[in-house]
């Protein structure tokens, strides 16, 4: 086909649709998360909204006081409101002239009046407190979630469905921000309908059961209805989940060279509809159920009502009840039935929220068991040994080890290389050198103890790592290299790292030097190019002066001055510590001490340089098949 004929093509073609229904961690299997249990979720309610209020309490407890005291006054104000009513009414609806019967009302309606200034005023006081409550609740929850993110173990990421327990409790942490709200006019009208309740039943005890009657069909069909919502935000979470992850790499800047000049953008735009599709045609299958559970709840809640007021005009026309009285009864009426809507309506928002705070709650109970809990042991002094026996780790849901079997020694002032085919299991075997994950058998030990007996946060101040994959972290230069380490007033070792990795000019030349901050899609922000944020990487693992220094491909997208620089750099600074370098280029292992070659996640061949580049085996080979060009 010409490159023409396929560009026409390409014009004509509808892209192709997106991939069959993910369900779960894109595997088609069986959601685990549909299958929770409605009743046990509901069964932490109590213990969720418990956690609330004790972290309400622990933000600000004079406003926690505040809300309650608000609370009661306008329960009180409601009752006082409601008596005074009853009292004007006598001599409004008694004999006399107009002006008579208003000035016997007087006393009563000015009480009346002052009764529900003061529910006003309660009700702004608590706005003010709920307010105060509210935006530090949500920033509490959050930094919960994220720090409990950031310190779970390593292995917890590849577990099937972690992401997606996240994606819950992200929900949980964004309805925080109603929970106080919904808690709270759900407590004032609880009280309010408590007080007018009262009032209503000394005025005639048949009242209340029948008011209660009128909305209880609401309050079950809210449940309802919130127990289908819940099921459709459990069935749409996978899907929101790899939507909002396409959503930041498609709209993201960095690879916004790669979407077009890939012509990706129609497939993405098709493909995140799509995906937007599915998750609202699963709410809309749901919608007829939602209807049918409101008409029910609407009707059985009207002809209960219907009695309510039938009852209250045959208590009054048979003279059971004075006529004051059954005015009265009309407001108390309509006050407790506001009151009880409220109670439904904010006790079903409670009742809803709670749910996603469950899953919250679960999330970060969850994170906290997965924190790492290792030996008490500290790691005082440099590292000198660090030795490896019979190490395997295979990653959860993979039927192989990416580790298998591996022993080998490192000392103080050794560079180890570690070269292999793409996923021979190099960067795992650097990841259970430094403790990010323990050996699933076999053993890891520095200076002796081994790691799993060994408080992590100890190891790893004594560990640097320039990653594969680093982060570009959107901020100034001199947090970039110094992050992880305490904070510093003096630039001369930043500095010193910069130019350990030859960026000094480039820095010099950005708008504010150390200061600039990198992040080109924030006002006032400068981007770096892939080799200079390369360069930054290894600075910052420079700069940490570790016992443990691990390279993975820390050259892999420098200049050929840069990648000298750094070898030069690891070679100059390697008597102090151990260094690992893995890499694909096999003529920067010349640097190395010792190089063991992985395979499959074995070490298959091992030694210096020399002897492997003369051997007949893989190091061999790869190296030919490097030089010939
Ligand atoms: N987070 C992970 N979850 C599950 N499997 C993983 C994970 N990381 C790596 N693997 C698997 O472990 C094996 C070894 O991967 P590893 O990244 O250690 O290889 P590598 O030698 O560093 O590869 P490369 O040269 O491509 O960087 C591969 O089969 C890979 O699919």
Same mark, same amino acid.
């Given at each position: 086909m010409t490159p023409t004929a396929r560009n026409d093509q390409q014009k004509t073609t509808p892209p192709p649709p997106p991939p069959a229904e993910? @369900?779960?961690?894109?595997?088609?299997?069986?959601?685990?998360?549909?299958?929770?249990?409605?009743?046990?979720?509901?069964?932490?309610?109590?213990?969720?909204?418990?956690?609330?209020?004790?972290?309400?309490?622990?933000?600000?407890?004079?406003?926690?006081?505040?809300?309650?005291?608000?609370?009661?006054?306008?329960?009180?104000?409601?009752?006082?409101?409601?008596?005074?009513?009853?009292?004007?009414?006598?001599?409004?609806?008694?004999?006399?002239?107009?002006?008579?019967?208003?000035?016997?009302?007087?006393?009563?309606?000015?009480?009346?009046?002052?009764?529900?200034?003061?529910?006003?005023?309660?009700?702004? /006081?608590?706005?003010?407190?709920?307010?105060?409550?509210?935006?530090?609740?949500?920033?509490?929850?959050?930094?919960?979630?994220?720090?409990?993110?950031?310190?779970?173990?390593?292995?917890?990421?590849?577990?099937?469905?972690?992401?997606?327990?996240?994606?819950?409790?992200?929900?949980?942490?964004?309805?925080?921000?109603?929970?106080?709200?919904?808690?709270?006019?759900?407590?004032?009208?609880?009280?309010?309908?408590? @007080?007018?309740?009262?009032?209503?039943?000394?005025?005639?005890?048949?009242?209340?059961?029948?008011?209660?009657?009128?909305?209880?069909?609401a309050g079950v069909g809210a449940v309802l209805s919130a127990r289908v919502d819940y099921e459709i935000h459990y069935g749409n979470i996978a899907d929101r989940n790899v939507r909002g992850m396409m959503r930041w790499w498609a709209t993201e800047s960095k690879y916004s060279d790669e979407v077009r000049a890939n012509?990706?953008?129609?497939?993405?735009?098709?493909?995140?509809?799509?995906?937007?599709?599915?998750?609202?045609?699963?709410?809309?299958?749901?919608?007829?159920? @939602?209807?049918?559970?409101?008409?029910?709840?609407?009707?059985?809640?009207?002809?209960?009502?219907?009695?309510?007021?039938?009852?209250?005009?045959?208590?009054?026309?048979?003279?059971?009840?004075?006529?004051?009285?059954?005015?009265?009864?009309?407001?108390?009426?309509?006050?407790?039935?506001?009151?009880?809507?409220?109670?439904?309506?904010?006790?079903?928002?409670?009742?809803?929220?709670?749910?996603?705070?469950?899953?919250?709650?679960?999330?970060?109970?969850?994170? @906290?068991?997965?924190?790492?809990?290792?030996?008490?042991?500290?790691?005082? /002094?440099?590292?000198?040994?660090?030795?490896?026996?019979?190490?395997?780790?295979?990653?959860?849901?993979?039927?192989?080890?990416?580790?298998?079997?591996?022993?080998?020694?490192?000392?103080?002032?050794?560079?180890?290389?570690?070269v292999g085919a793409n996923g021979s299991g190099k960067s795992t075997l650097t990841r259970l050198l430094t403790g990010i994950y323990l050996p699933d058998k076999g053993s890891v030990a520095w200076n002796g103890t081994e790691l799993a007996d060994m408080d992590p946060t100890t190891v790893w101040t004594h560990t640097g790592l320039v990653p594969q994959i680093f982060a570009q972290w959107p901020l100034r230069v001199r947090e970039n290299v110094t992050l992880g380490q305490p904070r510093t007033h003096d630039d001369a070792p930043v500095w010193q790292a910069v130019d350990a990795v030859g960026l000094r000019d480039a820095v010099e030349d950005l708008p504010a030097g150390l200061d600039t901050l990198l992040a080109r899609d924030i006002f006032g922000g400068t981007e770096l190019s892939g080799g200079q944020w390369q360069r930054i990487a290894c600075s910052r693992a420079l700069y940490r002066r570790p016992g443990l220094l691990i390279l993975d491909e820390p050259t892999s997208q420098m200049d050929p001055r840069g990648e000298h620089q750094i070898f030069e750099r690891i070679k100059a600074i390697a008597a102090d510590r151990i260094t690992i370098v893995v890499t694909h280029c096999l003529e920067n292992t010349r640097i190395a001490d010792h190089i063991v070659v992985l395979e499959h996640g074995r070490i298959t061949e091992q030694g210096p340089y020399d002897a492997l580049a003369h051997a007949s085996g893989t190091f061999a080979e790869l190296l030919a098949l490097s030089q010939d060009r």
């Open positions: 993910i @369900t779960y961690s894109g595997q088609y299997a069986v959601n685990p998360l549909a299958e929770v249990s409605f009743r046990r979720m509901c069964a932490r309610i109590p213990a969720v909204l418990g956690r609330i209020a004790r972290l309400s309490w622990r933000i600000d407890r004079r406003a926690v006081q505040l809300l309650a005291g608000c609370q009661l006054v306008t329960g009180a104000s409601t009752a006082v409101l409601l008596t005074a009513t009853a009292r004007a009414m006598e001599p409004v609806l008694a004999s006399g002239t107009a002006g008579d019967r208003l000035r016997g009302a007087l006393p009563a309606l000015l009480v009346v009046a002052l009764a529900a200034a003061t529910a006003r005023t309660a009700g702004a /006081a608590a706005a003010y407190a709920e307010r105060r409550i509210t935006p530090r609740l949500t920033t509490e929850t959050d930094s919960a979630l994220v720090e409990a993110v950031c310190r779970v173990e390593a292995v917890a990421y590849a577990e099937d469905g972690f992401s997606d327990r996240r994606e819950a409790a992200e929900m949980g942490v964004m309805r925080t921000h109603v929970m106080v709200t919904d808690a709270q006019r759900f407590v004032s009208a609880v009280i309010r309908m408590l @007080t007018a309740g009262g009032v209503l039943s000394v005025l005639n005890p048949l009242m209340l059961p029948l008011l209660l009657l009128a909305v209880l069909p012509s990706m953008t129609d497939y993405l735009v098709h493909w995140y509809r799509a995906l937007s599709d599915r998750c609202d045609r699963r709410t809309l299958a749901a919608a007829p159920r @939602t209807l049918r559970i409101s008409l029910l709840s609407a009707l059985a809640g009207g002809v209960f009502l219907m009695a309510t007021w039938g009852a209250l005009a045959w208590l009054a026309v048979s003279g059971r009840i004075d006529l004051a009285v059954a005015a009265t009864a009309v407001i108390a009426v309509q006050t407790t039935l506001a009151a009880l809507s409220q109670v439904v309506v904010n006790g079903a928002a409670v009742f809803h929220t709670s749910l996603y705070l469950g899953d919250m709650q679960t999330f970060l109970d969850d994170a @906290t068991a997965r924190a790492p809990r290792r030996g008490p042991h500290r790691l005082t /002094a440099p590292v000198d040994e660090i030795r490896l026996r019979e190490v395997v780790y295979q990653y959860p849901g993979k039927d192989r080890p990416a580790v298998d079997g591996v022993s080998l020694t490192l000392r103080r002032g050794q560079i180890l290389a570690i």
